[in-house]
């Protein structure tokens, strides 16, 4: 196997757990600090919502084993395990991707141009909404990288 950026059991590869994490946190405490939280109202934000509670929840697992490769310094390049990481990633990927473009469309249509929204309100969605964005990015690095390892195999 080649060895990429980004694996896990590098520095690198915990540096981008840890950014998908941080990104996901932000996006749920962005959306749940808005002043009335009437994202309950939309299905797009609970999906966001639902969609960055999961990729959290996976990013710190992983985190976790990452620190657990380091910490022992090892590498992890058993296929299996790389498959199953390349599965998890391109699947929380295609979830983030698809609740934070449905919340972008419906924060789009709702705010601007319907002209609803109270000023503190629209920004905290919005802001949740580029954080989602962000998180997105950097789970389909990870997701990219672990299908290049595993097609390295």
């Not at 296929?79 to 990481?85: A, D």
Request: charged content about 10%; proline content about 2%; hydrophobic content about 55%.
């Amino acid at each position: 196997m080649k060895d990429f950026s980004g694996i896990p059991g590098t520095f690198l590869g915990l540096i981008l757990r840890i950014t998908q994490f941080g990104f996901a946190v932000a996006s749920i405490a962005s959306m749940a600090s808005a002043k009335t939280p009437r994202f309950f109202n939309f299905t797009t934000f609970c999906s966001l919502m639902s969609s960055m509670a999961l990729q959290s929840i996976w990013s710190f697992a992983l985190a976790l084993l990452d620190t657990h490769a380091l910490v022992r310094k090892k590498i992890v390049l058993n296929p299996v395990i790389i498959g199953f990481y390349a599965v998890g990633d391109g699947v929380i990927s295609t979830l983030s991707l698809a609740a934070a473009s449905a919340s972008a469309g419906v924060t789009i249509y709702y705010f601007n141009d319907m002209g609803n929204c109270h000023f503190v309100e629209c920004q905290k969605y919005q802001i949740s909404v580029v954080f989602a964005i962000l998180s997105w990015i950097s789970a389909s690095m990870s997701s990219l990288i672990m299908l290049w390892l595993l097609g390295a195999a």
